[in-house]
């Protein structure tokens, strides 16, 4: 059977700093990241070209609807899933895995 891809409308990202305005460096950049989730059957895209940057004392929100990409993209920071496309760095330096210099992930449902 062949794969299907399933497209997930995609997250609002808001950077709520004034990092970047400041010339300075940002802390965590997502480069044109794709996520996907592949099965036997189907492909889904958690997220598609996600690009944003934080820097180090902004507050960052990732809000949109259940399912479309916002765990996935917080996991993919924190090295737990790789990109399909794009690069997240942290530091400048590319996140390839999970490591003791990523941030934590607490996940709640309900």
């Known amino acids: 059977m062949p794969c299907r891809e399933a497209e997930v409308p995609m997250s609002t990202v808001t950077n709520l700093g004034f990092g970047h305005a400041h010339g300075i460096a940002p802390l965590l950049q997502v480069d044109r ?3 996907e989730y592949r099965t036997q059957d189907r492909v889904v895209r958690a997220t598609q070209e996600v690009s944003f940057e934080v820097y180090g004392a ?3 929100i990732l809000l949109g609807a259940s399912g479309c990409g916002k765990s996935s993209l ?3 920071v924190a090295g737990f899933i790789p990109p ?3 690069e997240i760095r942290l530091d ?3 996140v ?3 490591g003791p210099d990523r941030i934590g992930v607490v996940s709640e449902n309900g």
Do not use: W
Request: glycine residues 12%.
């Open 74 to 76: 917080l996991k993919a």
């Open 33 to 35: 990241v794709s996520l």
């Open 84 to 86: 399909t496309e794009g």
């Open 58 to 60: 902004d507050r960052f």
């Open 92 to 94: 400048a330096r590319p």
């Open 96 to 98: 390839s895995g999970p």
